[in-house]
């Protein structure tokens, strides 16, 4: 079952990174992490699946600036999967400082609507 799981994720997160549309990409990736998160009690495992974690969180980040055109929510959805991941994201970004403008253009693309949504809330 192990082997079966380990197949299953790394399928799961090369659908992601070639499928074109946003919201099945960040499925796809979550579904793939659970699967790795399912096998993490297993300690022969674990360099093998902080490798492929790590491998595709730097493969998503490269891909970050393609997703310039998605709605907020889906952009919301992808701001909390980079929050779960904050920790493998700065060992990933500290490996690749070249990836930190990626990350940061990312989750700074919304920044000027949220600010103005919460300056209307406020003033209501």
Sequence with gaps: MTTKNLD???ELFKKSELSGDPTEK???FEKALDLLDS???NPELQNLIVNIRRSNIRSLL???PTLHH???ELWFHYVL???K???DIDVVLNENPNLNDNHNNFRNLFLDELRDIHKQLKSN
Aim: overall charge positive; charged content about 30%.
């Design 39 to 41: 096998l993490e009690e």
């Design 8 to 10: 299953a994720a790394r």
């Design 81 to 83: 999967l980079l929050i």
């Design 62 to 64: 490269k891909t970050l």
């Design 26 to 28: 960040r499925l796809l």
């Design 70 to 72: 998605i709605a907020i």
């Design 85 to 87: 991941l904050r920790a």
